[in-house]
Each structure stands twice: as C-alpha cells, then as structure tokens.
C-alpha cells in the first residue's frame, strides 16, 4: 500500500504532531508499506528537499506563510507523489497546507482521510482578536475539510462530540499512541537525578515555553507552593525563550525552586518523568491541546498528571479516577492540587496506575489506521 502523510511540519521541526505524523509514518514503514510525507520546507533549514529517514519518504515543498503555521500554502504540489497513492492522510483540517494538499489529490480521485482536530476551539482563546475573527475561519476549513475527505478521523472524544451534536458528521475515533518502549525501559530516576544534581522532590513540565501553555501559571503556583513545601521544586522542560518565565520566577522569589532545561533528548525527558511526583500540563484554552501525548507518557511511566480542563484533556483525564484538573489560569488551584499530591503519595501513586490502563502503542494504532484505509477499497496484490 501507497501513503501518505500530509502536515506543514515534520522532523527536525518538533512539537506533539509532528511526532505524532513521525511514529505513525515510521511504523507503517516497518509494516512493508510505502511510506510518504508531504510537507513544507518550514522549520527544516539546510536539509534535503527529498530524502528517506527510517524508510519514510520525504518531500519538503516550497510554501508561504501568513504569520501563523496553520497558514502555511504550498506553492507547489508533488502530484508525482500523490498519484498512484492508495490513502493520503491530512493532519489538522485547520492546516490551509494539509488541506490544499488534499484537494488536489481529490482532484485526481485519490482516497483521502483527514484528522479533524481542535473543533470549534478559538472560542475561549486569550487574544480577544483570536477570538473574534479565528471561528470564521476554522468554520470554513472544516466545511472544507468534510467535503474533500473520504474518511473522517478524530484523536479527541471531544472532537467526536462536537462534530456529532454541532455539525451531524460521524468521525471514527483513532487516539495517539507512545512507543512500546516505554512502557518497559527500566527506570532512569538515577540517571536524571545524577545528571542535574535534583535530589529533592519535584513536578515536570513537558512542552513549548508558550503563554498558552501555561508555563507562567505553573510559576505563579510554585510561589504558592513553596509557602507548604519550600524544597519542592518545578522542573520544566522544552523549546522555547526561557527569558520571560526566568523574570518571572525572580520577581515572585522562586528562582531557586524551578529549573529550566531547555529542550533535552528522551532519555532525559523519560528519567524527568520517572524522578517526577506527578506532570503538570497548566495550558490556558481548548486550541492548544487536542491529545498530549506527554499525558500518555506520564502514564506509561506510571506518573499521575495534573492538568488544567481544556481541549480534550477533560474526555481523558478523570478527576480523582487518573489524574487531577483543575481550572485554567488559576494559580491557586494548581498550588493546591500540586501540594495534595506532595502530601499524599498513596493517592499520586493510585492516579498513575489508573491511567496506565488508558494507553495504545502506536504499533496499534498505525495497525488500525492501516485497516481503515483498506476499507477504502484497496486490493491487496
């Protein structure tokens, strides 16, 4: 089988969905399919417009790009990639990259499959701008979006509500997976805590230094925090412009209690998790987190997470049952249920083991992804 992955970045450019695009193109490699990504050249300076890492094909297209990534245009189509193709599956109906990929492959009666993602979720975005002008055009993408794919996919089950009750459109629900490995790599607490000198207890952030991540919030909390359990500490950890949080944690007085890695390789991600009391994910609104993976980690680390309810987070995290939520850009909440799980070990011990139990590999996805593709009419040779 021909396919494709369509996303306006993929590796070296890092983020939750490129490495998502990443494992499921790698793993259906290794099944003995043809693997392809289309994808822009954004993000990838000083790398070959076509190559193939781990059996995937490559093809990074000239594009432009208004501001944002989602609009992101490709300025030209690899039509000798998409013809020929048994499946071509977009990531993001948000994407305008991703979408008039598609539409040319639909031109050419190419089967099409689309990952609809983050529905309806500017409405509670923090830039009032955003928030006024955004929804027109995440109505016109997914309009669009339904028109050009002949498979409809979601990785959130609020994604799956939305487009059910708002819109009448069935999608099938395929989630995210890890990789198997983590789920028997032996611990690495020792390592982590050799390497960087951490010895007391801490919680981990995983994920972009952004405003709508929360990272600011998680900070604020840590000042709350620190008032119960002055050597607990805040470990945080991704890409990003560490210079607005390191001001901000000088001016409340807890420089000393967060640390800042920076963008570090797995195993030093693994053993921050491992080390960890529990993952703190404080995002700020529903755009910004469809289906973390980081969530699906701690769990497989056996870790408890404490998230803000936003996006899909609330359709996986059950209050008390496998994690804990708390509201968003709320400081105190946050210091609250941080401190609770400092306090009672028992209880942040029962919540990881619980979430354990709510993880796929991405073997197992990229199997049933396979399966649904065949479904639309491929014959096995």
Known sequence: MKIIHVWHHYWPFIGGLENAVKFLAEGMARCDHEV????SAYGAKDIPKEEEV????????????????????PREIPMNVLREADAVHGHSQGSLFTLRILEEAKKHDVKTVMYFMAIDAFED?????????APYYGRWALRKAVMISDIKLVRSRRDEEI???????????????????????????????????VYEPFVVYVGRLHRLKGVNVLIKAMSIVI????ELKAVIIGPGDQRPYMSLARRLGVEKNVLFLGFVNEDTKIGAIDAS?????PSAC??????????????ARGKPVIATAVGGIPYRIKHRVNGLLVPPRNPHALADAIIELYNN???????GKEGRKEIHTWDEIANKLIDIYKSLGYMEV
Do not use: C, Q
């Open 36 to 39: 392809h990504v289309i994808t």
């Open 54 to 73: 781990n059996g995937v094909y490559i093809h990074r297209v000239k594009a432009v790009r208004i501001k944002y990534p989602d609009l992101t245009l």
């Open 125 to 133: 975005h923090p830039n009032p701008l955003i928030r006024l002008l």
């Open 163 to 197: 487009l059910k009750k708002r819109y009448g459109i069935e999608a099938l629900y395929v989630p995210d997976g890890i990789p198997r490995e983590l789920l028997e790599k032996p611990s690495m607490v020792k390592d982590f805590r050799n390497k960087y000198g």
């Open 227 to 230: 008032k119960e359990a002055p």
């Open 277 to 281: 009391l529990a993952l703190v994910l």
């Open 286 to 299: 529903d755009y910004v987190e469809v289906y973390p993976m980081v969530i699906s980690e701690a769990w």
């Open 345 to 351: 070990r028992n209880l942040a011990e029962r919540l």
